[in-house]
């Protein structure tokens, strides 16, 4: 008797998981698929002008890239009087602190042995001297990223039109730098298009990639940022939702971002988001499916779906061992496979295959570069290292932030033009074509960006 109600317990567990990855998959596939049916839909387009930005950049050893931000920031086309640039060298021992006085910019010192290390400590002892100032915003860098020219006046837009908390669109800024750098834009590219982008239009909020982050004063008072999580962007974004507050996606509000040029730096940034990912479901999760449950609001689901996911790859292991042990009973995984038209394996993946090539056709309309289409298929590659890091961060501690080593030397001059045309300017990077009185920067495609 006790034999029979374990194995039904087993069977239930096991279906229950089953359903809930599939549920969960089918949910995404949606989000990804209502992309191809909003192809010419847009975000927010509008610029605005009159708010007032204070720009934070936080700096750990960064000379090797930290001019080539300042030069994109002080290049901003904002007026001047309207916009701050803060760099806040976070026990910098290199020459960050002797390159950023050459700019036109405010500096931090947080150099004290006595004082708390780390991005977020960094943040908030900045933020809370920042915030005695007049300010309407703060925006939110990585020494590694560049700003887009147009970036504030698109924000100042959001702002105008009541919104509080905004991601600007993440571009890579090094598509040519290796295959892993190419691997990685063009799946940053996938994001943007089908899953930022459908998500911004269905009503949901969006995801934070920890730069290109715009707060309103009020919200960057009330929450700042938390010091014992490796990934302050991705808590701060949970904690947000949970609290009701949504994340507008800035999709012309550009923000450039490097990636990594080795396995080493891979491994080094995924190994910490994985640990900060566990970190901030193990705080969030329970909270996120109670604030829905209570508020019904879809905005909290779609974020509790997407903070479990980092279990995914532990979910998907125990389905499988419950399916392998428990052949002979219900499986509801098995149960749909034999649903799927064809006897043979093959026929049934070629069921699955417009999946795989509707994103490479959309990528061949936006014209995405030769190099970026064969990095698309190069996905999968990637797909396999997220077993052994996942197993990496379940061991990592959470004492050291282990920063991501950075050597681009792109510049902003490199990604953007300015185009001076009678009655014409162009679209930001990643932008369908010309817009009369919208930007006066165009994409210099000879590097492979959007």
């Known amino acids: 008797m006790k034999e029979n109600i374990l194995g039904l317990a087993g069977i239930l567990i096991g279906n229950l998981l089953q359903i809930f990855i599939f549920l969960n998959g089918v949910f995404y596939l949606f989000i990804s698929l209502c992309s191809v049916l909003m192809l010419k839909k847009t975000g927010e387009k509008s610029r605005g002008s009159g708010k007032k930005f204070a720009i934070l950049v936080p700096a750990h050893n960064e000379e090797s890239v930290i001019a080539y931000f300042l030069e994109s920031a002080v290049k901003t086309n904002y007026p001047a009087e309207l916009r701050d640039i803060y760099v806040i060298s976070d026990h910098s021992s290199d020459g960050t602190l002797e390159i950023a006085k050459r700019y036109p910019v405010s500096v931090f010192d947080f150099s004290e042995k006595d004082k708390r290390p780390g991005k977020a400590a960094a943040l908030n002892r900045a933020a809370s001297l920042i915030l005695q100032k007049n300010y309407d915003a ?50 940053q590219i996938i994001s943007n298009r089908f899953f930022q982008k459908p998500k911004s239009l269905l ?17 960057a008072a009330e929450h700042p940022w938390d010091e014992d999580c490796l990934t302050e962007d991705l808590e701060l974004q949970m904690r947000l939702i949970r609290n009701g507050i ?15 040029l080795n396995l080493k730096q891979y491994f080094k940034r995924t190994i910490r988001w994985t640990r900060g990912s566990l970190d901030t479901a193990r705080k969030h999760l329970k909270g996120l499916i109670a604030a829905f449950l209570k508020t019904g609001d879809p905005k909290i689901l779609e974020a509790a779906l997407y903070c479990a996911n980092v279990y995914r790859l532990s ?6 061992i419950f399916i392998y042990f428990r052949l002979d009973g219900f499986n509801f995984l098995v149960w749909l496979y034999h649903l799927i038209p064809g006897s043979e394996l093959l026929f049934k993946l070629l069921f699955f295959s417009p999946l795989f090539f509707v994103p490479f056709i959309i990528l061949v309309i936006d ?34 932030w282990d920063r991501t080593d950075h050597g681009s030397r792109v510049a902003i001059s490199d990604l953007v033009n300015p185009v001076r045309e009678k009655g014409r300017f162009a679209v930001t990077a990643g932008g369908s074509g010309p817009q009369a009185g919208t930007p006066d920067f165009t994409p210099n495609r000879s590097r492979g960006l959007l």
């Open 315 to 320: 979910l998907i292991g125990l389905t499988a």
């Open 367 to 400: 014209r995405v570069e030769p190099d970026l289409l064969l990095a698309y298929f190069l996905q999968p590659v990637l797909g396999l290292l997220r077993i052994p890091t996942f197993v990496a961060g379940v061991f990592k501690n959470r004492i050291n």
């Open 203 to 219: 009503g949901f909020s969006a995801t934070f990639h920890g730069k290109g982050i715009c707060l309103s004063r009020e919200i």
């Open 138 to 187: 703060l925006c939110y860098f990585d020494a590694d990223s560049l700003v887009h020219p147009e970036f504030l006046n698109y924000m100042c837009g959001h702002l105008n039109a009541g919104r509080k908390v905004i991601q600007g669109r993440q571009v890579s800024k090094n598509p040519k730098e290796g295959w892993l750098a190419r691997i990685l834009s063009v799946g």
């Open 246 to 260: 949504k994340i507008h996606w800035g999709e012309h509000a550009v923000v450039y971002d490097e990636q990594p």
